[in-house]
């Protein structure tokens, strides 16, 4: 069993920038993949950004490229996900994933256990 607890988000103005958390506990951290994904109101949950086990492989989805970067601490058992020139249309919750496997990967049914989410809202 992994618990995951998101930490990080909040209101923020178009243009600036917030820093994630996700912690996780109950497992060795660096056994298994991880990812962000985030959900807007009346939206699918949609993937935004994956990290192997290491920490060497990442995969973000195109409307994050250059702006978002996803990180991960084994040491401190914690994931990040860095968000840059933060725009309106990223306003959703924000979820954390664990994958039982070492791979980055973008399907979130591959995903096996999720954090309570924490909100970003961005204002125009």
């Known amino acids: 069993q992994v618990q995951l607890v998101e930490s990080g988000g909040g209101l923020v103005q178009a243009g600036g920038s917030l820093r994630l958390s996700c912690a996780a506990s109950?497992?060795?951290?660096?056994?298994?993949?991880m990812g962000w994904f985030r959900q807007a109101p009346g939206k699918e949950r949609e993937f935004v950004a994956a990290?192997?086990?290491?920490?060497?492989?990442?995969s973000y989805a195109d409307f994050v490229k250059g702006r978002f970067t996803i990180s991960r601490n084994n040491a401190k058992n914690t994931m990040y996900l860095q968000m840059n020139s933060l725009k309106p249309e990223d306003t959703a919750v924000y979820y954390c994933?664990?994958?039982?496997?070492?791979?980055?990967?973008?399907?979130?049914?591959?995903?096996?256990?999720w954090g309570q989410g924490t909100q970003v809202t961005v204002s125009s």
């Open positions: 990290i192997n086990w290491s920490g060497g492989s990442t």
């Open positions: 109950g497992r060795t951290f660096s056994s298994y993949a």
């Open positions: 994933g664990v994958r039982n496997g070492l791979k980055a990967v973008v399907v979130g049914a591959e995903y096996d256990y």
